[in-house]
C-alpha cells in the first residue's frame, strides 16, 4: 500500500456502527479486572488466553468471549473497558460510533442492570468530552437465550430508556431465525427504538429477509451471505439497507478462508450501502484502522473506495442528521486536503 493510501484511510473521520464493546476487552485488562474482582479464569496468563484465540466457526469464539466477559462486575469496569476503546477509535478517527453491549450477559450473573449501562453511558459522555468522539449505545438481545428471556431485559433497561438509541440481535446464528423475536422486536419498535440484527453472518439470505420482514431491521450486521440471493442483493441495493461488514472477523472466524476471498469488493460494486467495521477487535487482530488497511491491501481498493466507505459510514448511522452533514463536510475537506497533497 502507498504511504498516501494509508494517510487517507487512517486519517479520513469515520464512523464505526459494529462494534461490541464486550469483544474490545484486551487480554490484559481481562486479568487485571479478574484480580480485582477475585475472578478465576481458566487461563494462567495473558499469553495462555490469546494462544487460545484460533477459532474455527462463530460459536468457538463466542465461547471465550462470553468467558472474557465474566470478569465484568461493576460500573467502573464497564467504565474503564469503554474508555479503552473511545481511547482506541480517537486514534483512528472514529468520530462517532455505535457500541453494542449484550446485557443478559452479564445480568446472568446477578450483575444490575445500572453498573452494565451506567458504567457505559459515563464512558459515552466522557469520550465527547475528552476526544470529541461522540458515541450511542445499542442493546444487544443474545439469540441463543429465549425470546422471554430478552423480553425480561428489555423491561429491566426500560429504566434507563434514554441512555440507548436502539436494539440488536446478536450471539450463535445458526438455528436461531430472527423470527424467534418477533414480539419483542415489535414492542421495541413500539417503543421508538432503532433495529439491527445480526444476518447472514454465517446464517443463510433467509435470515436477512426475516431480519428485514419480521424484524423490521434498519440495517444488517455482516449480512454477507445475501450474496447467495440475487432477488435479496437487488432488494438491499435498491432499499439502501446497509449492511455493517467486519472483514477481519470474518477471516478469523472462517466465513471466508482468506481475505483476498473476501465478497465486501463485490457488495459494494453491487451497489449496496456497505460499510467497515471491527466487530469484535480484541479477538480478531484489529481495530477500525486495520480492517481498513487490510482489506484495502487484499481487494486492491483505493482512493475513492474508501472516501465511499466512510461516506457509507456516516449515512448508514443512526446520528442527527445535521451532524451527519456536517461530518460529510468534513470528509469531503479532508478528501480534497488529501488529494491536494497527493496527487
Ligand atoms: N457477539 C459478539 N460478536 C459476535 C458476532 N460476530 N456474531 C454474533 N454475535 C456476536
Ligand atoms: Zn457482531
Not at 475472578?39 to 468467558?67: G, W
Not at 449496496?272 to 481495530?287: A, E, H
Not at 487490510?294 to 474508501?306: I, K, M, R, V, Y
Request: glycine content about 6%; overall charge negative.
Amino acid at each position: 500500500m502507498t504511504p498516501a493510501l494509508r494517510s487517507l484511510l487512517t486519517g479520513m473521520p469515520k464512523d464505526e456502527l459494529h462494534i461490541h464493546i464486550e469483544g474490545s476487552l484486551e487480554p490484559e485488562l481481562i486479568f487485571q479486572l479478574a484480580r480485582r474482582n477475585g475472578v478465576s479464569l481458566p487461563y494462567a496468563s495473558v499469553e495462555q488466553l490469546r494462544a487460545a484465540y484460533a477459532f474455527t466457526n462463530l460459536q468457538s469464539f463466542l465461547d471465550i468471549y462470553y468467558a472474557g466477559a465474566s470478569v465484568l462486575l461493576t460500573e467502573d469496569d464497564f467504565y474503564a473497558m469503554a474508555m479503552a476503546y473511545f481511547e482506541r477509535a480517537a486514534a483512528d478517527h472514529v468520530v462517532h460510533a455505535e457500541l453494542f453491549f449484550d446485557p443478559q450477559t452479564h445480568t446472568s450473573r446477578g450483575v444490575p442492570m445500572a453498573a452494565v449501562i451506567g458504567g457505559l453511558y459515563r464512558a459515552c459522555q466522557d469520550a465527547r468530552q475528552r476526544w470529541g468522539l461522540h458515541a450511542e449505545l445499542i442493546l444487544c438481545f443474545l439469540r441463543h437465550l429465549s425470546q422471554e428471556d430478552a423480553m425480561a431485559s428489555l423491561e429491566l433497561a426500560l429504566t434507563y430508556r434514554h441512555q440507548f438509541i436502539g436494539v440488536g440481535l446478536d450471539s450463535s446464528e445458526l438455528g436461531h431465525p430472527p423470527e424467534k423475536f418477533t414480539q419483542v422486536f415489535a414492542r421495541c419498535r413500539d417503543l421508538g427504538l432503532r433495529v439491527v440484527a445480526h444476518a447472514g453472518e454465517e446464517g443463510p439470505p433467509a435470515y436477512i429477509h426475516s431480519a428485514l420482514d419480521v424484524l423490521g431491521a434498519e440495517r444488517i450486521d455482516h449480512g454477507v451471505q445475501a450474496e447467495q440471493d440475487s432477488a435479496l442483493m437487488q432488494r438491499l441495493a435498491r432499499q439502501c439497507t446497509p449492511l455493517t461488514v467486519c472483514p477481519l472477523s470474518n477471516i478469523k472466524l472462517c466465513v471466508f478462508d482468506e481475505l483476498r476471498q473476501h465478497n465486501l469488493r463485490r457488495l459494494l460494486e453491487a451497489g449496496l450501502c456497505v460499510t467497515i467495521n471491527s466487530d469484535d477487535p480484541s479477538y480478531f487482530g484489529g481495530y477500525l484502522n486495520d480492517n481498513y488497511i487490510q482489506t484495502f491491501e487484499a481487494l486492491d481498493l483505493g482512493p475513492e473506495h474508501a472516501i465511499q466507505l466512510a461516506r457509507h459510514s456516516f449515512e448508514a448511522s443512526f446520528v442527527d442528521p445535521a451532524l451527519r452533514d456536517h461530518w460529510l463536510i468534513q470528509l469531503d475537506e479532508y478528501h480534497q486536503a488529501w488529494s491536494a497533497t497527493h496527487v
